[in-house]
């Protein structure tokens, strides 16, 4: 009889953690997003200077409390916040790029 197999999957954790650092890689993009908003919007009439003003404040102020949020968890992680999930998943015998080379 063969030996089981590794699962396809990754773990859990791992999985959550990926999501997580890829929900920070694409927070400036969606920061960027919202910043165009108002400029990409219907042109149909005068816009009040005051209000633009409070909403980039805002989505400024909704970004940082993002990242701060997002922060916590990665720190949260058993691993901490600058550990790669998958470096437990190179091959034995491969030697992992290290960046400085």
Do not use: C, K, Q
């Amino acid at each position: 009889m063969a030996a089981p197999r590794e699962p396809i999957y990754l773990g859990r954790e791992t999985y959550r953690r990926r999501r997580l650092i890829d929900a920070v890689r694409l927070l400036p993009v969606a920061g960027a997003l919202f910043f165009l908003g108002p400029i990409l919007g219907s042109g149909a009439g005068p816009r009040s200077t005051a209000l633009g003003g409070l909403y980039v404040f805002a989505v400024w102020f909704g970004l940082i409390i993002l990242a701060a949020v997002l922060g916590r968890w990665l720190a949260a992680a058993p691993t901490g916040v600058g550990s790669d999930p998958l470096e437990n998943d190179v091959p034995d015998g491969v030697e992992p790029e290290r960046e400085g080379r």
